[in-house]
């Protein structure tokens, strides 16, 4: 499947799934309420269907190929932007997908302003989630792998669902020793059970609409869980 005809379907399922359009759009306010205010553009990596803008308005939106959704072509590792011009780069699904992430973060550095960030919220793989991913989902999950490691994959939609994990979590001395201007200033976990219930994307959802408030309270009640069975994560690294 092409990325476009992927993200067709995507543009399909929001549409359809009230749920689903529910969890993103607090995703979507949660990243943007982390946005730099440093003078620059801010541009989207992976876009998708483009659905962040109703939050950023003045976001560059941007694919790996060709979209009817993207404003322009950007690869991750080869940035097109000046030295220190860019005041966030904003990823949601998007870095466990990057088949050079020390490429990537090696344009991040250059790109971003003083004060710029990267703004990412991502799969996290927890001990609950790690076993849920395996058995649900179609994405790749190595656990053992190198964060930050090239791989040979040349399929936008082929991943480590485990990369964000290891790259800011397992190994984030490494990430300190080898990017000391990026920073993580904030990571979140997040999504015990309503964004798994949703069906996402590509699966039939297990809960009605209506269930969405009193889940996301029990949520909240449970949170001293996340550590244990978080399916996702927020993370922000500030240029120093």
């Not at 009640?221 to 994560?233: D, E, G, H, K, T």
Request: net charge negative; hydrophobic share 45%; proline share 7%.
């Amino acid at each position: 499947m092409s990325l476009s005809d992927a993200l067709r379907e995507h543009e399909r399922a929001w549409h359809e799934r009230p749920l689903l359009r529910r969890i993103y759009r607090e995703w979507f306010a949660l990243l943007a309420s982390r946005l730099s205010v440093v003078a620059g553009a801010t541009v989207e990596l992976g876009s998708g269907i483009g659905q962040l803008r109703e939050f950023v308005p003045k976001l560059e939106t941007t694919d790996v190929q060709e979209t009817p959704w993207a404003d322009r072509v950007v690869d991750a590792s080869s940035l097109p932007y000046a030295d220190s011009s860019v005041a966030n780069i904003v990823m949601l699904d998007v870095f466990h997908h990057l088949p050079q992430p020390s490429l990537f973060l090696d344009e991040a550095r250059r790109v971003l302003a003083s004060g710029g960030r990267v703004v990412m919220l991502e799969p996290y793989c927890s001990p609950v989630s790690t076993i849920a991913y395996r058995r649900m989902h179609h994405e790749r999950l190595d656990l053992d792998a190198d964060g930050f490691a090239a791989s040979e994959q040349t399929d936008p939609l082929d991943a480590n669902i485990a990369q964000t994990t290891l790259a800011f979590y397992r190994q984030r001395d490494e990430l300190g020793r080898r990017w000391p201007e990026l920073p993580v200033v904030e990571d979140r976990l997040l999504s015990l059970f309503v964004y798994p219930l949703s069906g996402g994307f590509s699966k039939r959802p297990l809960v009605p609409t209506a269930a969405y408030r009193p889940l996301a309270a029990l949520e909240r009640v449970l949170s001293p869980l996340l550590p244990l069975a978080a399916f996702r994560c927020l993370v922000v690294l500030e240029r120093r």
